[in-house]
């Protein structure tokens, strides 16, 4: 496969710059592709919130240390 500045060599074309308020197709694709990359993140994130309450649950220290906070034995930072 050939890379694209060798693919694109070989067309007579001149690259011309649109305002995205000029190009409305472009506009709407590349928010589409933002929407679509922070929905990813928010997922990636919501499912490690999952992970570390589970984590935390099944921790012995991490409890004991839940209860020594909620005592007042140590001081929460």
């Known amino acids: 496969m050939q890379s694209k ?3 694109l060599a070989e ?3 001149v690259w ?3 305002p995205g308020s000029h190009n409305q197709v472009a506009d709407a694709l590349s928010r589409r592709e933002v929407i679509a990359t922070v929905l990813a993140i928010v997922q990636v ?3 490690m919130l999952c992970r570390l309450r589970q984590a935390a649950g099944e921790d012995a220290a991490y409890k004991k ?3 020594l906070v ?3 034995t140590i001081q929460r930072m």
């Open 16 to 18: 011309e710059q649109k």
């Open 5 to 7: 500045p060798l693919f």
């Open 70 to 72: 909620r005592e007042g």
């Open 11 to 13: 067309y007579d074309f």
């Open 45 to 47: 994130e919501s499912d």
């Open 65 to 67: 240390l839940v209860e």
